[in-house]
């Protein structure tokens, strides 16, 4: 089985620019949960989607969205961007459903976002 | 809400010893994931060792094993015959399934060297 698989590795982008990463989960995952990780901040949950709509959303501001597609595919979004997104953005994906985290999430390997 | 608490920053181990890292957790759940992942400089994260909260014994992956304490919430990772590649973050981390929504709260990882 192909990984999550997440584009684009590396971007740097300007204060007040948007951006959008994307997330492609292993092919049956139906579940796509988003991860912010800083050196200051650790790891923190940022959205979960499952079948197209926001299942659970961590504590973060409006600028962060996201959204699925019918292929299970996920995006997210941060407009106007500030010199405290600089970030790893970790994605990972799981089959749906309580015994399914029998057998974890998996994750891709990240989007290294630098704003400038 | 649920935490996930990792005392040790940093730890050393020589190789071929035995390492153990610590977690405690704390929620008021009954049935719950616990899961340990590690993180080595390519920044995957990568799924080592995972523990449903309802299954008394231990759960053990090769040279990893656990030791889950449910009444004392604590969680922690031994490493036996360590390997140069051992060396990464490690990260715990906790899950619970809502039925609805899930989502892994992480502590602030044990960065783990090996030694010759």
């Known amino acids: 089985k192909a990984g999550v698989t997440q584009t684009p590795r590396y971007l740097i982008k300007t204060r007040g620019q948007q951006v959008t990463l994307s997330c492609s989960p292993i092919s049956g995952h139906r579940s796509v949960s988003w991860y912010q990780q800083t050196p200051g901040q650790g790891l923190q949950f940022l959205f979960e989607?499952?079948?197209?709509?926001?299942?659970n959303k961590g504590n973060f501001p409006g600028r962060f969205s996201g959204r699925q597609f019918s292929n299970s595919r996920s995006e997210m979004n941060v407009s106007t961007l500030e010199l405290g997104d600089s970030a790893l953005y970790l994605c990972?994906?799981?089959?749906?459903?309580?015994?399914?985290?029998?057998?974890?999430?998996?994750f891709g390997s990240g989007t290294r976002l630098t704003v400038v | 809400a649920q935490t996930v608490t990792q005392s040790q920053p940093e730890m050393s181990v020589q190789e071929a010893e035995t390492v153990t890292l610590s977690c405690t957790y704390d929620?008021?759940?009954?049935?719950?994931?616990l899961f340990w992942y590690k993180q080595p400089p390519s920044r995957q994260m990568i799924l080592v060792i995972r523990?449903?909260?309802?299954?008394?014994q231990n759960a053990t992956e090769n040279r990893f094993s656990v030791n889950f304490q449910k009444a004392a919430k604590s969680f922690s990772l031994k490493i036996s015959d360590s390997q140069l590649g051992d060396a990464a973050m490690y990260f715990c981390?906790?899950?619970?399934?809502?039925?609805?929504?899930?989502?892994?709260?992480f502590g602030t990882g044990t960065r783990l060297q090996v030694t010759l």
């Open positions: 981390a906790y899950s619970t399934y809502t039925g609805t929504a899930s989502k892994l709260t």
């Open positions: 990972a994906s799981s089959a749906r459903g309580r015994g399914s985290l029998n057998y974890g999430y998996t």
């Open positions: 989607y499952f079948s197209e709509t926001q299942r």
């Open positions: 523990q449903e909260a309802y299954k008394q």
């Open positions: 929620t008021s759940e009954s049935d719950y994931y």
